[in-house]
């Protein structure tokens, strides 16, 4: 049986975290999901998992660290420079979606407002980082 990789959630919001967790689950998404609170914890579960997660949705207003910083160490480092990330973030300020992609971002994608709209975005995102993508060997596709 193989086992299927993590998705790594980075949100500091606990309503966006639950929303966030019940879309991929509607999708189908039946793979663990992580919780990170902060750009500091992210960076401590990126860094210290055996296995990498198959993507990473990062919000980039967080404590303590924050997502720009996050998406640029995750870049620096041999091991998780090519690991997935999806800028998952209600910014919609240029700035930020230009270093989004400056720094490697993999995907931009603004939380909208509406739940039903945010659920299927989210449901949407979930289905193509961990069913329809081709990962790289070893990547999360079941």
Same mark, same amino acid.
Request: charged share 25%; proline share 5%; net charge negative.
């Given at each position: 049986?193989?086992? *299927?990789?993590?998705?790594? #959630? ?5 309503? +966006?975290?639950?929303?966030? $967790? /019940? @879309?991929?689950? &509607? ?29 990473? *949705?990062?919000?980039?207003? #967080? ?5 720009? +910083?996050?998406?640029?160490? $995750? /870049? @620096?480092?041999? &091991? ?63």
């Amino acid at each position: 049986m193989t086992s *299927l990789r993590t998705v790594l #959630l980075v949100e500091d919001n606990p309503d +966006d975290e639950r929303l966030t $967790i /019940r @879309a991929l689950r &509607r999708g189908k998404i039946a793979n663990e999901i992580l919780v990170a609170r902060n750009g500091e914890d992210a960076l401590n579960l990126v860094f210290d998992l055996e296995t990498l997660p198959c993507v990473v *949705l990062l919000d980039l207003k #967080l404590p303590k660290v924050d997502g720009l +910083d996050v998406l640029r160490q $995750i /870049r @620096a480092n041999d &091991r998780t420079r090519l690991l997935p990330v999806v800028v998952l973030t209600s910014s919609s300020e240029d700035r930020d979606i230009v270093e989004s992609y400056t720094l490697g971002a993999n995907s931009y994608v603004r939380k909208p407002v509406e739940i039903d709209q945010f659920t299927e975005a989210v449901r949407q995102l979930g289905l193509y980082w961990v069913l329809h993508n081709e990962s790289l060997p070893g990547g999360c596709n079941p």
